[in-house]
């Protein structure tokens, strides 16, 4: 039973029964949307020391994702896995947002000559 939840500035909480080492609840969008997009991030301790829980939580809209990472006695290849899997999901996040971000420059300058492009046709009438 979880009797008492402290919240550090990171939204990592403690809990006093230990079960939860790591729990984190972001909303991904803006407050004050009316959505239910979240990312979750929870790490359980199993009851026994040779077994973790843990699993990421992605929901947008009425498409939800659940990305598991359990380890059951693992071996240094099944840690070595989930390691992987961590780090190419990192990666690939930062990659795309480089490119989304390259992306919305060439909007905006494209939107910025139209612009232009329809104050010198106005002016030349």
């Known amino acids: 039973m979880i009797e008492k939840i402290r919240s550090d500035s990171l939204g990592v909480f403690e809990i006093t029964d230990k079960k939860i080492l790591y729990y984190k609840r972001e909303f991904l969008n803006y407050p004050g949307t009316f959505t239910s997009a979240h990312i979750i991030g929870n790490i359980q301790k199993s009851r026994n020391a040779k077994s973790v829980s843990a699993d990421i ?9 659940e990305l598991c990472f359990n380890l059951f006695n693992p071996t240094q290849d099944d840690i070595d896995g989930v390691l992987y899997k961590l780090n190419l999901l990192k990666d690939t996040i930062s990659e795309f947002e480089e490119v989304y971000l390259e992306k919305i420059e060439m909007i905006k300058k494209a939107q910025l000559r139209a612009k232009n492009k329809s104050r010198k046709e106005k002016n030349h009438e």
């Open 57 to 65: 939580t992605i929901m947008d809209c009425d498409r939800k994702i």
